[in-house]
């Protein structure tokens, strides 16, 4: 009768071998569960850091360019010109190299439809038909190497055109808000006084520095008319 009375039956032991399968594999799809939500987290968290990354990257671009009226290569014929064109054009192509890689892409996780496809408005389709009517022009006009590529005095070709266009869309694209558009001008607005103050102080500037041009001021911009029109704008900002 003892033995009989601690035994449990079987229909109670069948139930708990039962409940203890259940039990295990909820504890299996909880770890399961777990361990794929603390994987999406970390590939959101990467995903987040490299877009983020990204696009500091471009915006340091940006505040580059503003730096290029400092910048002279004496190594070349015109050094106030040929040089900053040539670095422009460079750091317009890496960011833009880098927009189209990462953000343009359909497959890259994170970017939603509205960021790939943004309307554009009519200041944007007035730059892409005045680019278009450039490059066409430049086509079909007398000396193409000349009008598209321009030269080395100048490089006011279709190429750097489009280069500025391209700096337009890079501009309204990563300066979004009030507080970065703010930043970036104020930079700007250094940067020509220095350029400014050169002009000023141009006879302690090397001779290889600045532009002989007589008595008119032009600093390390190296010319009068384009120190003239480099620092209009900054000035009423």
């Known amino acids: ?80 010109q040929f040089g900053r064109a040539i670095f422009f054009q460079i750091i317009i192509e890496l960011a833009l190299l880098v927009y189209i890689i990462k953000f343009w892409i359909p497959a890259f996780a994170g970017m939603t439809k509205g960021e790939r496809r943004q309307k554009l408005n009519r200041l944007d389709w007035a730059v892409i038909i005045f680019l278009g009517i450039l490059v066409i022009t430049s086509i079909t006009g007398v000396n193409f190497t000349n009008s598209f590529f321009g030269n080395q005095s100048r490089a006011q070709g279709a190429m750097l055109w489009l280069h500025f266009g391209v700096f337009y869309f890079l501009l309204k694209n990563f300066l979004r808000e009030r507080i970065d558009w703010q930043r970036y001008l104020k930079v700007a607005v250094v940067i020509a006084a220095l350029a400014g103050l050169t002009a000023i102080f141009q006879q302690y500037l090397p001779e290889n520095w600045r532009g002989d041009l007589g008595p008119r001021l032009s600093g390390i911009v190296g010319n009068p008319a384009f120190l003239a029109a480099y620092i209009i704008l900054p000035e009423f900002l």
């Not at 983020?52 to 009226?69: A, D, N, R, W």
């Open 1 to 80: 009768l003892k033995q009989k009375n601690t035994q449990p039956p079987e229909v109670l032991r069948e139930a708990g071998l039962f409940f203890r399968k259940i039990l295990g594999r909820m504890e299996t799809r909880t770890c399961h569960a777990k361990e794929s939500a603390t994987k999406q987290l970390t590939v959101n968290y990467y995903i987040l850091y490299d877009m983020f990354s990204l696009k500091q990257t471009i915006k340091v671009g940006l505040y580059v360019i503003l730096f290029l009226p400092l910048v002279i290569t004496p190594f070349t014929m015109f050094p106030w």
